[in-house]
């Protein structure tokens, strides 16, 4: 074919190959082989293997196009960018397969994003109603991963719909509430009040108790004197019985001398009577005599008389010493029946000052209890405005929740 190739011919040969292979392994990026044999059918020959070596380049650089966008695609890709495609060709078939294959993923892919990327825009802005059309040649973990965007939308709009229901169960119960603790501060601080009053009431009762119980000790010992006084009393009753019977023993024995001195009177005036006669009798002689019998006659008619009046004035205090007894044994009766009151007056003041101490100690402890009542009803009264507060709060933070849930849109 080449005749007899010369020495020159081949290494003419080789070095074209040589420089075909540095080509061909990217050692040189051009190909440009100008040297000539002296063997015209060499040369045809390089000359031909020129021209597939420059149809060899012109592919291999289509190829290097079509690669170097899919190195800038991949790494768009790794950057999260899906809108860029392979637009080069080439007539190399695997990398024309791998160029279909990329741009047919880059669509899948797009396609996914701008659907997920969709419905978790929704889902930022609390609408969770839409769910995401999953490409059915997905598998694996994107698969995973569009169900579970899909599996967040139930689950968000579950959780929308269970805090709509909740906030308006809470609204409505926290008005309930509102009402109620309303209610109870203002009893609470009604109440407060009342104890107030009913603690100054008390306080009052308390200090009457303590004075009647002061009084009950003054009482009993008052009390205590006047039984004092009323044995006095009654023993001076006794003695003045006593003196009583004195003076009528002393007003018989007055009686008793008066009658002997009304016989001697009355023996007296018969005497003076027989010497008037024997004076008259004598005649001149017993004159002198009649007149002394006249003046003792006189004398024992004075004497009857005043002895008559001694007995009617002793009768008299004799009658007035009976009635003084009379009135001594009653003195002394009254006082016995006052002395019996008075012990029985005392043994009850004695009770009414033991049972004022007992009530008075009552009392003070229900004053002390009133009192700690007190404080702990204006403490109460105070939980209770800070809870009417919080309840407040609790209503706004209900009728908050129950707007910005009612904003969430879902199924």
């Known amino acids: 074919m ?3 190739a010369s020495q020159k011919d081949l290494e003419v040969m080789d070095k074209f190959f040589n420089e075909f292979l540095e080509f061909v392994t990217n050692k040189k990026n051009k190909f440009n082989f100008k040297q000539q044999s002296s063997n015209a059918n060499v040369n045809k020959l390089l000359e031909s293997w020129s021209e597939k070596t420059k149809e060899l380049d012109a592919r291999m650089k289509d190829d290097m196009r079509v690669m170097g966008e899919i190195v800038l695609t991949t790494d768009k890709i790794e950057q999260g960018i899906f809108k860029c495609r392979i637009h080069s060709d080439t007539k190399n078939p695997m990398i024309t397969t791998l160029k279909i294959n990329m741009n047919k993923m880059l669509d899948v892919t797009e396609d996914t994003m701008n659907e997920l990327s969709k419905v978790l825009n929704l889902y930022a802005n609390d609408d969770f109603r839409e769910k995401i059309n999953i490409n059915p040649n997905l598998k694996e973990n994107m698969l995973d991963v569009m169900n579970s965007v899909n599996k967040l939308g139930d689950a968000l709009s579950t959780s929308a719909n269970q805090n709509l229901k909740n906030g308006k169960h809470l609204e409505l119960n926290s008005a309930t509430m509102k009402e109620s603790v309303n209610n109870l501060a203002d009893k609470a601080n009604q109440q407060a009040a009342s104890l107030e009053e009913t603690a100054a009431a008390v306080e009052e009762i308390t200090s009457i108790t303590r004075n009647n119980a002061n009084n009950a000790v003054q009482m009993s010992k008052l009390g205590g004197k006047v039984q004092t006084a009323v044995s006095d009393g009654m023993s001076l009753a006794d003695q003045t019985s006593k003196a009583m019977d004195n003076i009528n023993d002393q007003v018989s024995a007055i009686n008793e001398a008066i009658t002997v001195i009304d016989q001697i009177a009355f023996q007296t005036n018969i005497l003076s009577l027989n010497a008037a006669v024997e004076a008259a009798t004598a005649g001149e002689a017993g004159k002198g005599f009649a007149v002394v019998a006249q003046e003792v006659r006189n004398l024992a008619s004075r004497s009857a008389e005043a002895a008559n009046e001694i007995k009617n004035l002793v009768e008299n205090a004799a009658t007035k010493a009976n009635e003084g007894k009379k009135v001594s044994d009653q003195m002394i009766q009254g006082y016995e029946s006052l002395n019996v009151n008075f012990t029985e007056t005392i043994k009850l ?59 969430k849109k879902f199924n």
């Open 2 to 4: 080449f005749g007899m």
């Open 349 to 407: 003041i004695e009770d009414v000052s033991s049972a004022s101490k007992e009530q008075m100690t009552g009392i003070e402890q229900i004053n002390d209890s009133v009192t700690l009542l007190d404080r702990v009803t204006q403490e109460n009264a105070n939980e209770a405005s800070s809870v009417a507060e919080i309840a407040q709060d609790v209503s706004k933070l209900a009728t908050n929740l129950v707007a910005e849930a009612s904003t």
